[in-house]
C-alpha cells in the first residue's frame, strides 16, 4: 500500500516550457486535491477533485490545468511555465475529513 | 474565502520547553484540523476538532477550540527534538472537503 505517490520529485523547467506533474493513490478516495507551498504562506489549494470526472477551481488556479484520468490518478498540468510558478507541489486525497498527502514535487522555473 | 491566520511564524525553543502554537479567524471556522509537515517532509494528519470548546490530547500535545470557534490553539509539553517540524491549523469545510491552511508556525527545539 503506497498512499500517495508523485513523479517527478524534482523538475527544473524554463519559462515558457509545459509539462505535467503525476499523482496516483491507491487508498481508493474519491476526493483529490493538488496545493503549492511557498515559503510563508502555507498550502494553498489549486484544484480538487471531489470524484472521478469532476474538476473544481480552488485558491490559485490560474496558470494550470488539471485530469483526473480515473478514480485514482489526478495530474497537474503547467502549460507555460512562470518563474511565479517555482514552489513545492503537494498532491493529496482523502477519505472521511483525513488528506493524506503525496511526498511532494519541488519545481523550479528559470 | 476564509482566512486562517497562525501565530507565531517561528519559534525556537530549549528542549523541555513547552510550545504553544494559536490560529485565529475573524469569522466561524468549520471544523479544525492540525498537520505537522517534518523538515522535507509532507504534511501529515494529527487531529480535527469538531465542537466548540473542544479539547483533545495525544500524549503530550493538546489540542483546543475555542468557544466562538474563532480560534484554536495547539501545545506541546515538554518539547523533544522529535517535535521539530513545522506545524499547520487548517479550516475543514464539510461541504466541499476543502482545506484551508494557516501560514504555518515553524518550531525548532535545541537539545
Known amino acids: 500500500n503506497a498512499g500517495v505517490t508523485q513523479t517527478p520529485k524534482f523538475q527544473v523547467l524554463k519559462t515558457g516550457q509545459s509539462m505535467t506533474l503525476q499523482c496516483a493513490q491507491d487508498?481508493?478516495?474519491?476526493?483529490m486535491y493538488w496545493y503549492r507551498q511557498d515559503p510563508g504562506m502555507g498550502l494553498r489549494l489549486i484544484y480538487y477533485?471531489?470524484?472521478?470526472?469532476?474538476?473544481d477551481k480552488g485558491e490559485v488556479p490560474n496558470g494550470y490545468n488539471v485530469s483526473r484520468l480515473n478514480k485514482r490518478e489526478f495530474s497537474l498540468r503547467l502549460e507555460s511555465a512562470a518563474p511565479s510558478q517555482t514552489s513545492v507541489y503537494f498532491c493529496a486525497s482523502s477519505a472521511r475529513d483525513t488528506q493524506y498527502f503525496g511526498p511532494g514535487t519541488r519545481l523550479t522555473v528559470l | 474565502g476564509q482566512q486562517v491566520m497562525q501565530i507565531p511564524q517561528y519559534q525556537h525553543v530549549q528542549e523541555g520547553e513547552d510550545f504553544t502554537t494559536y490560529c485565529n479567524s475573524s469569522t466561524t471556522l468549520s471544523n479544525i484540523q492540525w498537520y505537522k509537515q517534518r523538515p522535507g517532509g509532507h504534511p501529515v494528519f494529527l487531529i480535527q476538532?469538531?465542537?466548540?470548546?473542544e479539547v483533545k490530547k495525544q500524549k503530550r500535545l493538546t489540542f483546543q477550540f475555542g468557544e466562538a470557534k474563532k480560534n484554536s490553539s495547539l501545545h506541546i509539553t515538554a518539547t523533544q527534538t522529535t517535535d521539530v517540524g513545522t506545524y499547520f491549523c487548517a479550516d475543514y469545510e464539510t461541504s466541499g472537503s476543502r482545506l484551508t491552511f494557516g501560514e504555518g508556525t515553524q518550531l525548532t527545539v535545541n537539545p
Open positions: 477533485s471531489a470524484s472521478e470526472g469532476t474538476t
Open positions: 487508498m481508493n478516495h474519491n476526493s
Open positions: 476538532l469538531v465542537k466548540s470548546g
